[in-house]
């Protein structure tokens, strides 16, 4: 397989250089967003043989994000470097879910997001993509999974960065947790020292 282009994949990440330039000088965030993509590359040098489809993960969030926070955290220190990723991740997120909530008033939409949501969960969250999952039979008015394994907690632990895997598992409250009519119920998460991540979304 060909070797992805990193600064492409980098670029995809502008939203954080943005967060970047608001927060430290113009020629540190640029010499530092210039650091990232050479450190970004070596991650994919040293993981060329990840599987077509589990590379969604890595490619898009995971290796990148990485490579933006640990560069950042060798001179920035963890804490300022934790904070520019989960603040900017976190807003975005944020979005997500009001624009997912805007969309929910619509007739039906309850429903369909319902039944959309077990189909799009083992596409884009199950055993293809590297993930573990127990998928629980359906049952009118709620979705239900549970997450045993998953590619974030593998490879933030491996790049020595775990702990920004819990600002993945927040995305889920942040994008589920504020739907007009329907409930996200979660216990427990691996990213936070769980035995799994646990997914229950229903109707009130």
């Known amino acids: ?15 954080i250089k943005k967060t970047m330039d608001a927060r430290l000088p113009k020629e540190q965030s640029d010499r530092l967003w210039k650091k990232a993509e050479e450190r970004l590359r070596k991650i994919l040098e040293t993981y060329p043989d990840i599987p ?6 890595p490619y898009n969030y995971i290796f990148p994000t990485a490579a933006i926070y640990l560069t950042l955290k060798d001179e920035i220190g963890a804490s300022q470097a934790y904070d520019i990723i989960e603040s900017t991740i976190s807003q975005m997120t944020e979005d997500v879910g ?4 805007n969309m929910i008033h619509f007739p039906g939409f309850r ?5 959309a949501w077990g189909p799009v969960s083992r596409n884009m969250f199950g055993p293809s993509r590297g993930f573990r999952n127990v998928f629980y039979p359906k ?3 709620e979705m239900r999974m549970d997450i045993l394994a ?8 491996e790049l020595g960065c775990f702990e920004l895997t819990k600002i993945y598992c927040d995305n889920d409250e942040r994008t589920y947790g504020h739907l007009p009519g329907l409930k996200f119920q979660r216990t427990q998460t691996l990213g936070k020292n769980g ?4 997914f229950l979304i229903r109707k009130e």
């Open 1 to 15: 397989m060909n070797m992805p282009d990193a600064a492409k994949m980098l670029n995809a990440k502008k939203f």
């Open 195 to 198: 035995e799994k991540c646990d």
């Open 52 to 57: 077509e489809k589990e590379r969604l993960h």
């Open 139 to 141: 049952k009118k008015g």
């Open 98 to 101: 009001r624009q997912l909530a």
């Open 150 to 157: 998953c590619p974030y907690c593998k490879w933030f632990g």
């Open 111 to 115: 429903s369909l997001f319902l039944w």
